[in-house]
C-alpha cells in the first residue's frame, strides 16, 4: 500500500536533538492525523488537521509540534523529547465530509529516545 | 471523555477454534470500526457499522453493533494463521466528525 507513506521508518534520538518526522498521503483527502501507539495502550490521538487547520490537539506536550503545509503532507516536529516518548507514530488521512469515512494509515515511524 | 473499552486483550487459539472480540463504549456512537493491524504493521481497515443492529459479514468475519449503539464484536470463525494480529475497534461519537476512540485492542495468536 503506497496511499500514506512516512519517513524515516525508524528514529533514533537523543534527548537534545531535533527532528522531524514526514507524511505524504497520495489519496485526495482533506483530513490527516498524527497518533502515538505505545506498548500495552490504546491508540492516541495526538493532532488532527481538516482542510490544513488544526481541529484538534489533544493536551500533547509542546516538545511535539505540528506543521500541514497543504492538504498532502503532514509533519511532526520533535525537539527535547523525553525517553518516554519512544513509540511508534502513525500517519493517517481521511475524507473528511464521506459518510463512510475510513482512515487510511501509513507504515508509521518507530521512534527511539535515549 | 468518551471511552472505548475492548476485552480480552490477549486471545491464544488453536487454528480452526473460533474468537470474539467485544468492545463497550461509555457513550452512544454515530458508528463504530474495526481495524486489523498485523505484527509489525499498522492498522489497516476492516469495516464500518452504523445503523442500530446491524450484522455485517466478510467471509469467516462477522461483525455486529449492538442495538443501542455502545457495544459492537468481532468474530472470527474457524481461524487461521492470516487471522494472527491485534484487532482494534474505534469508535466515533455523533459530536466528532473527526475523533475515533480507539480500544486497546486485541492480540490474536493462532496456534497451527
Known amino acids: 500500500e503506497t496511499g500514506v507513506t512516512q519517513t524515516p521508518r525508524h528514529l533514533v534520538m537523543g534527548m537534545t536533538n531535533k527532528k522531524s518526522l514526514k507524511c505524504e498521503q497520495h489519496?485526495?483527502?482533506?483530513?490527516m492525523y498524527w497518533y502515538k501507539q505505545s506498548a500495552k495502550k490504546p491508540l492516541e490521538l495526538m493532532f488532527v488537521y481538516n482542510f490544513k487547520e488544526q481541529t484538534e490537539n489533544n493536551s500533547v506536550p509542546s516538545r511535539f509540534s505540528p506543521e500541514c503545509p497543504n492538504s498532502s503532507h503532514l509533519f511532526l516536529h520533535l525537539h527535547t523529547l523525553q525517553p518516554e516518548d519512544s513509540a511508534l507514530y502513525l500517519c493517517a488521512s481521511s475524507q473528511a465530509d464521506r459518510v463512510q469515512e475510513t482512515q487510511y494509515f501509513g507504515p508509521g515511524t518507530r521512534l527511539l529516545v535515549l | 471523555g468518551q471511552q472505548v473499552m475492548q476485552i480480552p486483550q490477549y486471545q491464544h487459539v488453536q487454528e480452526g477454534e473460533d474468537f470474539t472480540t467485544y468492545c463497550n463504549s461509555s457513550t452512544t456512537l454515530s458508528n463504530i470500526q474495526w481495524y486489523k493491524q498485523r505484527p509489525g504493521g499498522h492498522p489497516v481497515f476492516l469495516i464500518q457499522?452504523?445503523?442500530?443492529?446491524e450484522v455485517k459479514k466478510q467471509k469467516r468475519l462477522t461483525f455486529q453493533f449492538g442495538e443501542a449503539k455502545k457495544n459492537s464484536s468481532l468474530h472470527i470463525t474457524a481461524t487461521q494463521t492470516t487471522d494472527v494480529g491485534t484487532y482494534f475497534c474505534?469508535?466515533?461519537?455523533?459530536?466528532?466528525?473527526?475523533?475515533?476512540?480507539f480500544g486497546k485492542g486485541t492480540l490474536l495468536t493462532v496456534n497451527p
Open positions: 457499522l452504523v445503523k442500530s443492529g
Open positions: 474505534a469508535g466515533r461519537s455523533g459530536g466528532s466528525n473527526y475523533k475515533l476512540t
Open positions: 489519496l485526495g483527502h482533506n483530513a
